[in-house]
Structure formats: structure tokens, C-alpha cells
């Protein structure tokens, strides 16, 4: 067991160094390039939302595996490593599972929005799906109900358009607050979910 220990913390040393400078680069490419108004899925983005969900998993489980090696477990021992797996799993799962469900419903999709220019388009496979504000329906914005969970950020706007389609913007592109902003006069549903499943 210690050998495998000694082989295995410099692997996650190096990976976390690697993982540094992956971000601090993208970080620092990002401050100085200007500001965007075409939203895709990108990776500092599901970093900024995966980062508390993959903190808590990875403190968490090495705690909580490291009871099982310490050999036979008391009563009082089980229920206390049941509890902590409990919270990690409870607080890292649902907010992994909106993710992947996030990004495979926009993992093609582009979004352009700027608000000032009065301009709102999305791609869908780099093809513009046709529509303006006369062509939206009714929109519907799901935000979470408490802002103390780590899924707090997974919200999604659907645009139901004039044909019967609809399209659904998801917060793994952008923040989504500003573009509900911009939609207020287009019959906005604003709606709170304690899982905001699509």
C-alpha cells in the first residue's frame, strides 16, 4: 500500500501542476483579449462551473475511501463515513449530472447576443436557426431555487418560437441573467427549481 502511495502522489502533484498553469494560461489569454459576444462551450467555462462540484469530490472521497483501509470499521465509524459520502456525493453528483446534461444538449451550439446592437442569433451546428423577437412565443427561464448549492449555476432559458420549435440556451454558454434581461418584454416565464433538469 505505501508503495502504491509513494508512486501515486507525485502523478497528482504533477497533474495539479499541470492543471495550474492550464488555467492560469487560459486565465491570463482571456484578460487580455476583448470581450465576446459569441458564446460557445468553453473550457474555463466548465472550469468556473465544475470547479466547488470537483473540489468536494476530490477532498472528499480520499478522506472518505481512506476509512475502508484503515481495516474493520465500528458502528459509530460506518455511520460517520456513510454521513460524509452522503454530503460529498450529494453536493458534487447533481450538479455533475446538470453539467453533462448541459453540455451534450449545447455542445454544438453557438450563441451571439449582444444586447446593445439588439442582436440575438443561435447556431446550431454552425447553421443559423432563423427567427426574430416577433417569432418568440413565450420564453421560459429556470433558475435554481437556493443560491448556497453548488448547482446554483445551472440554469437554461427556452425559446419557444412562432413554428412550434424549441431552442434551449443553457448556462454552460454564458450567463444567462442579461439575455433574460434583454427577452423581459417577450412574454418571460420566470420559474425556480430545486434541480433544473432540461
Known amino acids: 500500500m505505501t508503495r502504491f502511495l509513494t508512486f501515486l502522489r507525485p502523478l497528482l502533484e504533477a497533474t495539479f501542476a499541470i492543471l495550474v498553469i492550464v488555467v492560469g494560461l487560459r486565465f491570463i489569454t482571456n484578460f487580455f483579449s476583448k470581450n ?3 458564446y460557445q462551450p ?3 467555462r466548465q472550469f468556473y462551473l465544475l470547479f466547488w462540484p470537483l473540489l468536494c469530490l476530490c477532498v472528499g472521497l480520499p478522506f472518505l475511501l481512506s476509512f475502508f483501509y484503515l481495516g474493520t470499521l ?3 465509524e460506518l455511520v460517520l463515513a456513510m454521513a460524509l459520502g452522503a454530503v460529498v456525493l450529494g ?3 447533481p450538479s455533475l449530472v446538470l453539467h453533462a446534461q ?3 444538449r449545447n455542445f454544438s451550439t453557438t450563441l451571439v447576443f449582444d444586447g446593445k446592437q439588439n442582436r440575438l442569433e443561435v447556431y446550431e451546428q454552425r447553421v443559423r436557426i432563423p427567427f426574430s423577437r ?4 413565450r420564453v421560459e427561464y429556470v433558475t435554481c431555487v437556493s ?3 453548488f448547482w446554483n449555476k445551472y440554469e437554461y432559458l427556452r425559446l419557444h418560437l412562432a413554428s412550434g420549435e424549441a431552442l434551449t440556451v443553457t448556462s454552460i454558454l454564458t450567463d444567462l441573467q442579461p439575455l433574460a434581461e434583454f427577452l423581459r418584454n417577450t412574454h418571460l416565464e420566470q420559474r425556480q427549481e430545486w434541480f433544473c433538469f432540461l
Open 36 to 38: 465576446s459576444k459569441v
Open 147 to 149: 443560491r448556497h448549492v
Open 74 to 76: 465500528s458502528a459509530v
Open 42 to 44: 468553453t473550457f474555463l
Open 91 to 93: 453536493f458534487s453528483v
Open 134 to 137: 416577433a417569432d418568440l412565443v
Open 102 to 104: 448541459y453540455y451534450a
